[in-house]
Nanobody
Framework: QVQLVQSGGGLVQVGGSLRLSCVAS????????VHWYRQAPGKQREWVAG???????NLAGSVRGRFTGSRDNAKNTWYLQMNSLRPEDTAVYYC??????????WGQGTQVTVSS
């Protein structure tokens, strides 16, 4: 079992920045891929970013150029750095870890609110 704990959300003004963290604990082994998703009120959950086991990052078009992902292997932590935030970025953000392509674990979600 793997547990994911998220932190770093909050309230920020338009144009501001936040960094979300996703810390994994438990039986962390194998090849781990982490994806970030978000869900705004009344909308479906959407994919935001993915960080491969090799560290490469893919981003959704809506956040490319503003968000980036990274990881700290020593801390079993993955990050989503969010810059130039917009009101439409307001959502609950989730991290998901896929272990060895089989097991999936979700973080508890963290609220990001961008005020204008």
């Amino acid at each position: 079992q793997v547990q994911l704990v998220q932190s770093g959300g909050g309230l920020v003004q338009v144009g501001g920045s936040l960094r979300l963290s996703c810390v994994a604990s438990g039986s962390i082994s194998g090849i781990n891929v982490v994806h970030w998703y978000r869900q705004a009120p009344g909308k479906q959950r959407e994919w935001v970013a993915g960080i491969s086991a090799g560290g490469s990052v893919n981003l959704a078009g809506s956040v490319r150029g503003r968000f980036t992902g990274s990881r700290d292997n020593a801390k079993n932590t993955w990050y989503l750095q969010m810059n130039s935030l917009r009101p439409e970025d307001t959502a609950v953000y989730y991290c998901k870890l896929t272990q060895s392509g089989v097991y999936e674990y979700w973080g508890q979600g963290t609220q990001v609110t961008v005020s204008s």
